[in-house]
Each structure stands twice: as C-alpha cells, then as structure tokens.
C-alpha cells in the first residue's frame, strides 16, 4: 500500500466560522483526510481583528478533537483591515532604492509607524505604462498577525505558514485549474471581507480585499424577518438550496447589486493600471457566491464569463467517508482552507 504524505492542516478563521481541511499527498495527487467547519458566536473578530480570542481557541480545540486531527503544523491567512495590498508603478532602480521607495510608499498609505508592520513586496511581471515596474506590497499589522498564530498556538499546533487570503485562493486555483491561462479574476466573497486576485498565466498582477461581505445580507435579513443571526444564517443556507421567502428578493437584489458593483469598480480600476487590460474571466466562490442571482448578475454588470470555483476539483475523496452532498453544500466556502492545506512549509 501506497502511503500518503501529511501536509499542513489549513484552517481558516473568518468572520461567522472556522474552516478547516486536512489533505493527503501522493505524489502530485491529494485525497482529503479531514474537513471540518464550525459557527463564530457574532462578535468574535470584528473588522477581521480579534475580539474573543479564548472562545475562537476553545471552538477551534474542541473542532479539532472531533475531527480527531493529529497533525501538528498549521497554516492560517488574515485579510481584511489588518492588511494593506497595494499595486504600485515605479521607475526601474536598483534593489537598494526599490527597498527605500517601498518604505517611502507604505510610510504614505498607513498610519501606523513601519516598526508596527511586516511587509514585503515583489516586482510584477508583464507591461507597465512608460517602461516603469509594478510592484505589489503587502503589508501586515503585527499585533493582529500576533492575533491569529495566538488562536493557533494556544490550541497546540504550529503556525508554520502566515498567509493572506488573497494568496491563498491563488494556491487553490493553481493546484485546482493547472490549465488555466490568460487573465482572470478569483474572488471569494466572506463573510465580512471579499477577497479579489487577479492572476495572468499563473502569476498574481493585482490583488484587493473589499470590506463588504456576505454579513450585510444577513443584517438585512435579520432586520427584516425579525430573526436572530444565527437564524437569519439558516435562512441563507435554505436559500443557497433553492428554498427561500420570496419576500427575501428585494433584499437579496440589493445585496448582490452593491457586491457586484464593488467587483466591476476594482476590475475598471485593475484596467485603467494595466495598460487598458480587461479582465474577460472571472472564478467566484465563498458562502455568499451560491445566492441565486449571484453569477448572473455578476457577468451582466462586468461582462465577462463567470464561473464557479471548485475547491475539490482535482482533490480525491473517499465517498464512504465524506458523503458527497456535504461536500458539494460545503464546497462554496472552503476556498481559503483549501489553499492553505495545499501550502508547504
């Protein structure tokens, strides 16, 4: 017998859950070993900064041990307000002066003293407007990165990877579409944060976290129906499986209208940087993505193709230890802990 090869345990901690997925490797092959997803009591990150840290451990622990996970590396991602990415175009110069034009750039974007961050930055490929480089930079809160490995190592496990969400997309994509070419858009809509990356070829030209999600709706529905939030959750999930107040449309419209609003503006802006480039392809997932209307009206408002991300695309699985239906229903929202499963250390 063939023994597969343990990787990192991939848990993504968003705004309403915790998600998790634990892979198996054989050879260039993964089969799922472990997959798991468990509800936040609201308030527990607000604006994606920790809020309840000893209840976001205890949840995580206690899922864990149901999963009955014995992997100890761990791999997790942030988004959101903590983090700034940005896109810049500068003269071409030497490493020396990048380094210094890269603090000077992020010394103008944040209030927070340089000391206060981590941060990085990598040259983009492709055109750039007057023989100028793109450069994308990365920056990270350390008190709120501190945050997140806290959840992890309180729990026992080794934060071995740092992720962003964006990024972390991006690994489930490739692993997921290694056909894929050309330029497209992959964008996870969370709970609070909507993750989009542009790639081209395989390479990340663009990336961006929108602060709207998949919560405003839920706000809407709880102010409608008179419902609780982890009511008016319920209600968003009957409503993915075609079983849904009609009442609920207006709502729902709107919603989706002002999302895919949000997307088309950061792809017009994502053209206007990049010589005119438009993004003909867009991939969509995270819980909010299956709304019904939600891929429909994104391609009419951006005029592109939109098609569905499929976290278990290329990722065997055992059917007598995973029914099928559960991971078809859980598929949409486990993008990010997909990728971080597939990540090494």
Partial sequence: MLLGKGGVLGIDIGSSSI????????????????????PLPPGSIVNKTIAKSEAISHILSTLINDLEIETDDAAISISGDPV????????????????????????????????????????????????NIDVLIVAANKNAT?????????????????????FSLESMYEVNYPESEGLLALVNIGASVTNINIIENGESVFARDLPVGGNLY?????????????????????????????????????FIDLICSEINRTLDFFSSAHCNEKVKRIMIGGGSSSIP???????EITECYVGILNPFRKIAYSEEAFDPEYIEDISPKMNIAMGLALRKP
């Fill in 146 to 166: 501190k945050d997140y490995i806290s959840i992890v190592t309180d729990v026992g496990l080794n934060p071995v990877i740092v992720d962003l969400d964006v």
């Fill in 218 to 254: 839920t706000h809407l529905i709880m102010a409608e129906m008179d419902l609780t939030y982890e009511e008016a959750e319920e209600v968003k999930h009957t409503q993915r499986v075609g079983l849904t107040d009609p009442g609920l449309k207006l709502f729902a419209n709107n």
């Fill in 19 to 38: 998600k998790l997925v634990e892979l198996e490797q054989y050879g260039n092959a993964y089969q799922l070993r472990s997959i798991g997803e468990t």
């Fill in 293 to 299: 209307g939600m891929k429909d009206a994104l391609s």
């Fill in 84 to 131: 700034l990415i940005k896109r810049v175009s500068l003269p071409k110069m030497s490493n020396a002066e990048l380094k210094k034009s890269i603090t000077w750039e992020l010394e103008q974007s944040i209030s927070q003293r340089i000391k206060e961050i981590n941060y990085d930055y990598q040259v983009l490929p492709g055109k750039s407007a007057q023989d």
